[in-house]
């Protein structure tokens, strides 16, 4: 099976771990602020608190992100495209080729800073988005996108 871009940590981190550390930033301020007023010491520990918290915080949130991206993987079988996801609650998506009605390539802000993109994937019957591969390499969605199209029998061109 296939695994996402190293870099879809990032992507999966993105604005999640951007209001992580905006709400943690005013806790560590008013921590540092509060410090040096607490007398007999207790200050230090306030000021060291209010440092490591965010540190530990963020340190926590990107080592989840990590496990969540490793654990999503997929692969071209010779009948369908295999999608397997989750950490605690595994998911396994199989969309047979001959149903896939179309394969669209998108990237949201942050994918676009990263340089990723996401594979979204439509079916025949259906006109929600039946799965997704998300965090690829731009090169790599245009390659993967046009081999699911040659293989569910429809040929699009461009993006």
């Known amino acids: 099976m296939q695994k996402l871009h190293s870099r ?8 999640k771990g951007i209001i992580v550390v905006l709400f943690t930033v005013p806790s560590s301020t008013i921590g540092i602020l509060a410090g ?8 230090a520990v306030v000021c060291l608190a209010a440092l490591v ?9 990107f080592v989840w992100n990590l496990i969540v991206s490793k654990m999503y993987k997929f692969e071209l079988k010779e009948r369908e495209l295999s ?3 989750g950490v605690f609650d595994k998911e396994n998506i199989n969309i047979p080729f001959a149903r896939i009605q179309n394969v669209n390539i998108y990237r949201s802000f942050w994918a676009r800073v990263l340089g990723l993109s996401e594979l979204q994937i439509q079916t025949a019957g259906s006109s929600n988005i039946e799965g997704k591969i998300p965090a690829l390499g ?12 040659s293989r569910a029998g429809t040929r699009h061109e461009g993006i």
């Open 138 to 149: 731009k090169e790599d969605a245009e390659k993967i996108r046009e081999d699911l199209l």
């Open 53 to 61: 918290f965010p540190i530990f915080i963020n340190v926590l949130f």
């Open 8 to 15: 879809a940590v990032w992507l999966f981190y993105g604005w």
């Open 83 to 85: 999608i397997e996801f």
């Open 36 to 43: 040096p007023a607490i007398g007999d010491g207790d200050g």
